[in-house]
């Protein structure tokens, strides 16, 4: 019998930066921000402002979603452990980041090939450029919007405020 088709993020699950499995599912309802991230990157000031989106808007249903990566000029080496501590102690984060992934090539996340598969980026490629590539998701799981590394967390606002 073929697998069923994912559809919307919440057919997917991912590791947090703790270890536990987590089904997206759980975000049903939500607007997202999915990012991949990076601690020692140009773009890496952008979790303040990814944090103060998630402060922001939370209580209105928005929720932001991190995912380290090490595929950009290897600008997150660090262990899911180093990784938590960096964003809690230099960032304040708090909203869910987990742990490290690929979002091109061979090993790609499933969530990542979805989202990739539903926005592709600049000209039309899927392939992710660098860190801080962002995706916007509606309360249905649907993916609305592909923001390049360089757009300001701030800049997505007013798509946020359209979604809630």
Wanted: include cysteine.
């Amino acid at each position: 019998m073929p697998k069923a088709v994912e559809r919307s993020l919440y057919d997917f699950s991912a590791y947090s930066i703790d270890g536990h499995e987590t089904p997206l599912a759980q975000y049903r309802g939500k607007v997202l921000v999915v990012v991949n991230t990076a601690s020692k990157c140009g773009y890496t000031p952008q979790y303040a402002g990814l944090e103060a989106l998630y402060l922001q808007y939370k209580d209105r249903g928005l929720v932001v979603l991190g995912f380290p990566c090490n595929q950009f000029g290897a600008q997150e080496p660090g262990t899911e452990e180093e990784i938590a501590q960096f964003c809690e102690l230099n960032y304040g984060v708090n909203f869910p980041i987990f742990a490290k992934i690929d979002v091109n090539g061979p090993h790609t996340h499933p969530l990542f090939k979805f989202l990739k598969s539903e926005k592709s980026g600049f000209l039309g490629t899927e392939a992710i450029k660098w860190n801080f590539t962002k995706f916007l998701l509606d309360r249905e799981g649907n993916v609305v919007k592909r923001f390049a590394p360089s757009v300001a967390p701030a800049d997505l606002s007013p798509e946020i405020e359209r979604l809630l």
